[in-house]
């Protein structure tokens, strides 16, 4: 069957009640049997579920549609999406270890890697993302346990090479990381280019309606249990609820992408056409740096366009208030478009020097591209602009 059809009839077995759409199991635990079910329960003799911080049907079904939307053997849910991405690299570093990474990054990721990994010895190398095949692996040290990155990047919309990064990471034996957020595997699959975990803030494009938190990581059956391990005995887990509602979302994430993409390349192609507005960027733009690039790993340009307004924040302020339709938020990938200041929000904690490395300015302005007609889009956009210039 091909992934449209199996996003959405894979689902929790039928109950004796013979239920058409899956049901919600709300359920902090499980009863067994007996007494030798429960043991072999907990010596992991047998598979099944024991409590819902360990394992739920609801969990499962998402986490199940997710592994085969990426080609990954099996994966893990929990309740956000830092929370999966952290717990890639809590299971698989330790002190000493180090990881390559590039420099473009989602304000918490840099974080985790410059505030939180570095306290336990834990330290990283920063490459620009579009930094050539040779200073990738030059990079790479004796004791380089990962290479960690996220493409298109959050929020220049920079890309890497894919193919390039999982040749080293082969050649060397290393933990090839990805975060597929933006993209979603509609627009690409890293494991096509090599890639062995995979993480998503499910709160994005996987829900795509702005209601629930959660995060997935999936990979293969060997680096998926070290996962599994460090989340059953912290306890990050994914609610019951919220992964019902996740996996019901799941059965669009394809035509919802579809349209994404869609109303994203015409509102960034007029955008490019709007007095004060400069320096657009969008994969499938062909003013992009990485245009080609693009076109060979992304089958479309996906959701998101960044914009600069000239005359800096307070241009951006009063850009902002002049929107009609558009939401001001800090969130993305929901079917209501909606605009960001990444200097000022998602990546405020950067120091400047790194903020001007990764472009982001006080005029920048990250669009996440909705679901609306964009002819209505285009207008507000228009008219926001014009007034306040």
């Not at 079910?37 to 047998?46: P, R, S, V, Y």
């Not at 600069?308 to 902002?320: A, K, M, P």
Request: charged share 20%.
């Amino acid at each position: 069957m091909k992934k449209q059809t199996q996003s959405i009839r894979i689902q929790t077995k039928r109950s004796q009640y013979r239920e058409h759409s899956t049901p919600l199991f709300l359920t902090s635990s499980f009863c067994f049997e007996d007494a030798e079910q429960g043991k072999a329960l907990f010596d992991e003799t047998l598979e099944g579920n024991i409590y819902s911080r360990f394992s739920n049907p609801s969990v499962q079904e998402f986490v199940d549609k997710v592994c085969m939307l990426e080609n990954c053997e099996e994966g893990l849910a929990t309740a956000t999406g830092m929370a999966a991405v952290f717990a890639g690299f809590a299971a698989h570093l330790k002190s000493g270890d180090h990881v390559v990474s590039s420099r473009a990054l989602f304000g918490s990721a840099h974080q985790i890697l410059t505030q939180i990994l570095s306290k336990w010895g834990v330290t990283h190398t920063y490459l620009d993302a579009t930094a050539p095949e040779s200073e990738w692996e030059a990079a790479v040290q004796p004791n380089t346990r990962m290479i960690y990155l996220e493409t298109p990047s959050n929020p220049g919309l920079e890309l890497v090479d894919m193919a390039m990064v999982g040749r080293i990471a082969k050649k060397h034996n290393l933990i090839y990381y990805v975060d597929n957020c933006f993209a979603t595997p509609i627009i690409h699959t890293p494991t096509d280019y090599g890639a062995n975990l995979i993480v998503h803030s499910a709160t994005k494009f996987m829900d795509g309606q702005g209601r629930v938190l959660g995060g997935v990581i999936t990979g293969t059956k060997e680096l998926i249990a070290p996962v599994r391990f460090f989340c059953r005995h912290t306890g990050p887990s994914m609610s019951p609820f919220n992964a019902w509602v996740l996996s019901k979302s799941l059965e669009t994430l394809e035509i919802r992408m579809q349209r994404h993409c869609e109303n994203a390349i015409k509102l960034a192609k007029a955008l490019e056409k709007m007095e004060g507005v400069i320096n657009v960027k969008y994969p499938h733009l062909p003013s992009h740096p990485q245009y080609e690039l693009a076109k060979k790993q992304m089958k479309a340009g996906g959701a998101i366009v960044t914009f600069e307004l000239e005359g800096g924040f307070e241009r951006v302020t009063r850009f902002t208030q002049k929107l009609k339709i558009v939401s001001l938020s800090s969130n993305l990938g929901d079917s209501r478009t909606i605009i960001t200041n990444p200097n000022t929000t998602t990546h405020s904690k950067l120091p400047k020097e790194d903020k001007v490395k990764l472009g982001i300015t006080e005029g920048l302005i990250r669009l996440s591209v909705g679901l609306e007609d964009v002819s209505d889009l285009i207008a507000d956009f228009k008219q926001a602009a014009k007034k306040s210039m």
